[in-house]
């Protein structure tokens, strides 16, 4: 049985942790785009940018996972899907044209 209550709370339930993914998420794809090695020779800085668009790749895939279930599906929209699949492919060809 579910109240009214619950049916205007689902939505918050849900939306809130994937959006603190996407937010996690987007950060770590600014630093690797931006915040990238300064020349051939720092190695820190490539090791840096591919920690960071792997943790990327890896919370894109969380969350498409996390919208896949179907009750956060029904009560949140396919639409949901877009960040983490947008994000998901700037840290790809971020880490393709690293070099």
């Known amino acids: 049985m579910m109240f009214d209550g619950d049916r205007r709370s689902a939505p918050w339930v849900f939306a809130l942790p994937l959006a603190l993914v996407h937010a996690l ?29 792997f943790l990327s790749l890896c919370l894109s895939l969380l969350g498409i996972l996390i919208t896949l279930f179907p009750p956060v599906r029904r009560v949140l929209g396919p639409w949901w899907f877009a960040p983490p699949l947008v994000l998901g492919v700037i840290a790809w060809v971020r880490i393709e044209t690293l070099g």
């Open 25 to 53: 998420n987007a950060v770590l794809v600014y630093v690797a785009v931006f915040n990238g090695p300064q020349a051939a020779w720092d190695h820190q800085g490539y090791e840096g940018t591919a920690a960071a668009v």
